[in-house]
């Protein structure tokens, strides 16, 4: 349409949105998202076109966010959902100190100071499920996740006394995290049902195959091989077999037995 797409140029961005809400012009072409415009336009535009099971991206770099992709990859619903605050939190620390406080933090939570490396992987699996759990306890509450686990506690101990104090039964964090998991394994088995596998679970090619181009973390990238190792350990700690599916003893643990069967 003659605009020029330029990296920050503010009138190609609100040209974009008009366009978009009015659906003129290359706005019809994406008006269900980039990933079906692309696919409309053909010729190779998918690989452009970075998005994980039809949604778009967030604006951060993946290849050195690790637990961020896992979590984009595997999420049941929308991918915001899960931050991974304690990542954010390292990489926004002013200096090596307020790193430091970081990493004892996720050493005390998680076990190990690499809990809070972007570029780290061996517990990044743990990392995922344990924001996935607590955004989706936040949610039932009722309150904004972007407070808890983000902004304002890590710790479920405030939804918990305020789902005890409208339901007029004592639940404790723990329970609220079993509610939160149970609901997470049926998001998981209804997406199956309609056919999510292993296949589906995964990062844009882009991600895995070019590395950071320059800055900070320039060099670092997604590599295939240790993506896969993250997904195995999160299928393997929510009792999902290698393709993704819930097996017999998540259903179980969560009292879904009669869903498991059809």
């Known amino acids: 349409d003659g605009i020029p797409m330029k990296k920050g140029d503010a009138n190609a961005i609100i040209s974009t949105i008009h366009k978009l809400g009015k659906q003129e012009g290359y706005g019809k072409l994406f008006k269900d998202g980039v990933a079906a415009g692309a696919k409309e336009i053909g010729k190779g535009a998918e690989e452009y076109a970075l998005s994980v099971k039809g949604l778009e991206l967030q604006p951060m770099e993946y290849r050195v966010m690790k637990p961020q992709a896992l979590a984009t990859a595997t999420n049941t619903k929308d991918y915001i959902d899960s931050p991974c605050d304690v990542v954010y939190n390292w990489m926004l620390a ?4 307020a790193k430091e406080e970081v990493e004892k933090f996720a050493e005390k939570v998680y076990g190990t ?3 809070a490396r972007p570029d780290k992987i061996n517990a990044t699996a743990p990392v995922v499920i344990d924001y996935e759990s607590k955004t989706v306890a936040v949610d039932m509450v009722g309150m ?3 407070l808890i686990p983000m902004m304002f506690s890590h ?3 405030i939804p918990a006394k305020l789902a005890s104090f409208a339901t007029g039964v004592e639940i404790s964090e723990a329970d609220l995290m079993h509610a939160a998991q149970r609901v997470l394994t049926l998001e ?3 997406n199956v049902i309609k056919g999510m596998r292993r296949k589906d679970d995964t990062m844009p090619k882009r991600i895995f195959e070019e590395p950071v181009p320059s800055g900070p973390w320039k060099g670092e990238k997604l590599e295939k091989a240790n993506f896969d190792k993250m997904l195995d350990e999160y299928y393997a700690l929510h009792a999902y077999d290698k393709n993704g599916i819930p097996k017999e003893e998540a259903f179980k643990k969560f009292g879904l037995l009669e869903e498991w069967k059809v």
């Open 94 to 97: 002013p200096d090596a100190s």
């Open 144 to 146: 904004c996740k972007y």
């Open 155 to 157: 710790f479920l101990d």
């Open 188 to 190: 998981r088995a209804i």
């Open 113 to 115: 100071r690499d809990a």
